[in-house]
C-alpha cells in the first residue's frame, strides 16, 4: 500500500492507494458507523463496483444511499449535478453527510463540485476508477462542470477529506482509457521528473499489463508530484499552470473534433508534441528529447500527430480562448528539458503554427 | 456617508452607505478604468436604475455588459444563474471579470454564487437595493439558490470585494418590501443590541418615513452588528446561528404558505414571536419584553401572528428540516433579554406547539 497526503493545513488529506481496497471497510476513512454518505457514480459503473464499495461502507455501518447518473463528459452539467442535490433532499441528507465520487474525472469533478455547493459545504471523498482520474483529477481540488459554450467553466477550488485508489479497477477499463490516463502520467515526467521519465522509459510495459508493484508506485509518483505543485500554488496562480502543458493544443483538438470523439489524454498527447515542437522551434528543446517524448507517447497507444481533417490555422481561435490567456496574450507551457518546463508569454503565432504543422497527421 | 469594514483578513471589504452614491463614479471601488464587468439585475429594476448605475461606470471608464433575469423568488434557481454564464461566456468575460448585483436579496444570491463558480471564482460587488439586502443578505457572503425541494440548498460562502448602499433606492420599494427588511432590522436589537432596540423604538417613524439620517445609521448599525458576527463566525459553526432567530419557525411559514405568499420579513416577524413566546414559556424572557417585541413589530406593520390556516402542529415537520437539526434535534434560536439570545438544544416540542398557538392568527 501506498500513502501520501496533499498538504493543505487544515485541509490535508491522504491519498491511499493499493490493491484490493474495495473489500477493505477500513478503506473509507474518515467515515464510521453512524455517519450518512451518498455514493455518486454512473450507470457503467454501477454494475460492476456499486454493491463492493455499498457492502464495505455498511460493514463499517455507515448509512449509505446512491444516485446513478448517465455515464458520459455530456452529462457533466448544472442541471445533471441537480439530480445529485434532489436525491439529497429526497432522503434528506444533512450538512453532516459525505459525498463519495466512485468513477472517473467525470463523475469526481460533478461530484466534488456537488459537494461545494451543497447546503454551502459538505464532506467529500475520492474514489478514482480511471487512471486519468487516479493521477490527476482526484488530486488538487479543482471541481467543475462543463457549459454549453466552454469546458469546466462553473466550479470550485473544493478538496475531498481522502482519496481512495483502488487499483484493482483498471483491470475494467477499456484500453483506450488506459492509454489517455498514461498521457497525463508522461506529462508528470516531460514538466517535473526527469528520473521519473526514465522510470517510465523503463517501465512502460508493466504498466501496460497493469502489473501492480509498478502501477502503484506510478500513480503514487504522479500523486506527489500533483500534490507538491498544488501545495504551492492551490488557486492556480502560479507554478501550478505547468500542469497544463499540451492542453492549451489539446482543448482545441478536443473543441474542433467534438468533446469525446478524441479522448482528452489522447488530445493532451498530441498537444505535448506540440508543445516539444514549440520549444524546439525555439531553441530552447533539442532534437533528441523531442524524439524521446514521440517514442514515449507512442509506446503508450497515443497518438503523435493532431487529427488529419485541423488545419494549423483552426487551432489558433479554441487556443486564444483559453483561460491562460492574459491580456489577450498566447501563454504556452513550454518543456525546456525533459523534467523542466516553463510559462511562456509572447510566442509568434508563426512558431506555433508551424510546431502544429510539424504534427499534422 | 457612513463607511464600514467587515473584518476577514485578505478578503476584508468595505460597505458605504449614502444617499446619491449612483450618481457617483467613485462609489464602485474597486472597478477602475479599463476594467470589465457583468451587471445582473432584474426585469423590475432595470427600467428604474440600470442607466444610472451603468452610466456611472462607465464615466470610471469600466467596460460593462448586462444581463436582465425575470423577477422572483422562484427565478432564484440553477437554470436562471446558468443564463449569468451564457452571457459572461458569450462576450466573453474572462477570470478578472467583475460581476457587479444590483437588487434585492434574489439578485445578491444568486450573483454572488454565479461569481463564486464562474470559473471557479471571479469578483463581485453587491448593489442591495432593498432594506432586506442593505441590512441582511449583501452582508456575510452566504450566497445561493434554491431546489424545488428546499430553499437556498445549494451555495457558496463567497464574500463581495465592496457593498454599495445608496439609500434613495428605498424610495421606489413597496412598503411591504420595507417592513419586511425592518423584521431584521428588529432582530439585530432583539439578539445583539438592547440599546439598538431602544434607539428602533425612538425612531421607527422617521425609519418608515425614510428619513435620510436615521436611514443611514440603522442600515450601518445592522451591517456593524452582521459583521461583527460574520468576522466571528464565517462558516456559521456558532455564534452566527443567532442571526436566525424567528427563521425555523419562518420558514416553515413560508414553505407551507408558499414562497413568496408571505413575504420572508413576514414569515421571520411572526417566527420572532413565537420565538419570543417560547422563550417566555421557558421561563427566560418575560412577559414585558414580549409586549415590547409585539409592540415594535406592529408598528412596523409586521404580522405577529401567523397564518390562520396553519395549525401549530403542520410547523413542525418544516422545522425539523432545517439546516440547524443536528442529529434529530431541534436547535432554536431563542432571546434571553431584549438585546441577547442563545441557541437552545432539545426544546421539549409541547413548548415549541404551545408557543405558537399563542401565535395563532
Ligand atoms: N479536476 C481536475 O483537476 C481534472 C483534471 C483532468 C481532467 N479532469 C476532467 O476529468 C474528466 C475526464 O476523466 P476520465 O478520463 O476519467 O473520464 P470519464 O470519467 O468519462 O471515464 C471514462 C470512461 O471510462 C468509464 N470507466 C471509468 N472507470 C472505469 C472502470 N474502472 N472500468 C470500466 N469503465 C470505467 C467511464 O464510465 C467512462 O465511460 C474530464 O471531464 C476532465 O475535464 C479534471
Ligand atoms: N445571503 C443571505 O445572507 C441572505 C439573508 C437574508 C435573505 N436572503 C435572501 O434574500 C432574498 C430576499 O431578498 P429581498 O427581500 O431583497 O427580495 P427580492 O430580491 O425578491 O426583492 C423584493 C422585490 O422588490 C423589488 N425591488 C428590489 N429593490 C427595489 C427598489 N429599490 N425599488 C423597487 N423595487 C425593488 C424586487 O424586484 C422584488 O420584486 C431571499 O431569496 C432570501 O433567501 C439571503
Ligand atoms: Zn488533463
Ligand atoms: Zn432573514
Redesign the interface.
Known sequence: MERITVTLGERSYPITIASGLFEEPASFLPLKAGDQAMLVTNETLAPIYLERVKHALEQTGVRVDQVILPDGEQYKT??V??QV??AL??K?H???TTLIALGGGVIGDLTGFAA??????VRFIQVPTTLLSQVDSSVGG?T?VN????KN?????YQPASVVVDIDCLKTLPARELASGLAEVIKYGIILDGEFFVWLEEHLDELLALDNKAMAYCIRRCCELKAEVVAADEKEQGVRALLNLGHTYGHAIEAEMGYGNWLHGEAVAAGMMMAAETARRLGQFSEADVARVRTLIARAGLPVTGPKSMTPESYLPHMM?D?K?LAGELRLVLPTAIGQSEVRSGVAHEIVLAAIADCRG
Open positions: 448544472l442541471s449535478m441537480e442535490f434532489t433532499l429526497q434528506p444533512g450538512r453532516d461545494a455547493c451543497y447546503q454551502r459545504g479543482k467543475a457549459h454549453p459554450l466552454g467553466m462553473i466550479g470550485a477550488f480562448r483561460k490567456v
